[in-house]
C-alpha cells in the first residue's frame, strides 16, 4: 500500500499570489501522480496527470512538477475560484490512494 | 460530452446492503480502452477508491472492502452498479462513479458523476 501525504493541511494565500502544495508518496509512484480540484458540494475535477499534464480545459496558471516521491502543484496566481480542497492520487500501483487533500483558502 | 450519473437510496439501515447504479451517456460502457469505478467520501473527509470494472465484468476491488463489495455491469442499459453489504455508519458517504483508462499508467479519474450522499441509520 503506497500512503500519499499531502502538505500543509491548511494553506492561506492571498488572490494574485502563488500557491505550493505539496504531496509525497511513501515509495516511487513514478510519474503516476494526479491532481484534483474539489469545491464545496462539487466532485472532484481532474487538473493534472502524468504529475505535469494538465487535463483539456485547465488553465496555464496550474502547472505540476515531480518524480518517484515528490511532488508539487503550483497555481501561479491565484483566483477567486480556484480556493478549493486539493487532492493528489498515486496510480502506479493498485489500489490507487488518495493524499488526504489540501485546503486553500483565502488569506 | 461524456456524463455520469449515480442513482440509488439515500438512507440505508445498519447491516443491510447498500445499492448504486451509475449511468453512463454521451459514450458507450462498452468501450475496450476504460474501467468504470466507484469512488466514496465520508463526510468532512479524504477520497477511497472502492473498486472498478471493465465491461467484460472484470473486477477489482480495494482490499479493505474487497469482503463486503460486489460491482456489476450491464452493457444493454450502458450501466454499472455497486453493492454493499452489511453497512454500518462509517460506510455513510458522498459515493462518486468515475472513468478510468485500461492501461497501467494511465489511471487517473475523469471524468466523475456528481456523487450521491448515501447516510447508513436506523
Known amino acids: 500500500e503506497i500512503v500519499m501525504t499531502q502538505s500543509p493541511a491548511t494553506l492561506s494565500v492571498s488572490p494574485g499570489e502563488r500557491a505550493t502544495l505539496s504531496c509525497r508518496a511513501s515509495q516511487s509512484v513514478s510519474s503516476n501522480l494526479a491532481w484534483y480540484q474539489q469545491k464545496p458540494g462539487q466532485a472532484p475535477r481532474l487538473l493534472i496527470y502524468?504529475?505535469?499534464t494538465r487535463a483539456t480545459g485547465i488553465p496555464a496558471r496550474f502547472s505540476g512538477s515531480g518524480s518517484g516521491t515528490e511532488f508539487t502543484l503550483t497555481i501561479s496566481s491565484l483566483q477567486s475560484e480556484d480556493f478549493a480542497v486539493y487532492y493528489c492520487q498515486q496510480y502506479n500501483n493498485w489500489p490507487p490512494f488518495f493524499g488526504q487533500g489540501t485546503k486553500l483558502e483565502i488569506k | 460530452q461524456l456524463q455520469l450519473q449515480e442513482s440509488g437510496p439515500g438512507l440505508v439501515k445498519p447491516s443491510e446492503t447498500l445499492s448504486l447504479t451509475c449511468t453512463v451517456s454521451?459514450?458507450?460502457?462498452?468501450?475496450?480502452?476504460?474501467?468504470w469505478g466507484w469512488i466514496r467520501q465520508p463526510p468532512g473527509k479524504g477520497l477511497e477508491w472502492i473498486g472498478s470494472i471493465y465491461y467484460s465484468g472484470s473486477t477489482y476491488y480495494n482490499p479493505s472492502l474487497k469482503s463486503r463489495v460486489t460491482i456489476s455491469v450491464d452493457t444493454s442499459k450502458n450501466q454499472f452498479s455497486l453493492k454493499l453489504s452489511s453497512v454500518t455508519a462509517a460506510d455513510t458517504a458522498v459515493y462518486y462513479c468515475?472513468?478510468?483508462?485500461?492501461?497501467?499508467?494511465?489511471?487517473?479519474?475523469?471524468?466523475w458523476g456528481q456523487g450521491t450522499l448515501v447516510t447508513v441509520s436506523s
Open positions: 454521451g459514450g458507450s460502457i462498452s468501450s475496450s480502452s476504460y474501467y
Open positions: 502524468g504529475a505535469s
Open positions: 468515475a472513468r478510468h483508462e485500461k492501461w497501467n499508467g494511465k489511471r487517473w479519474f475523469d471524468p
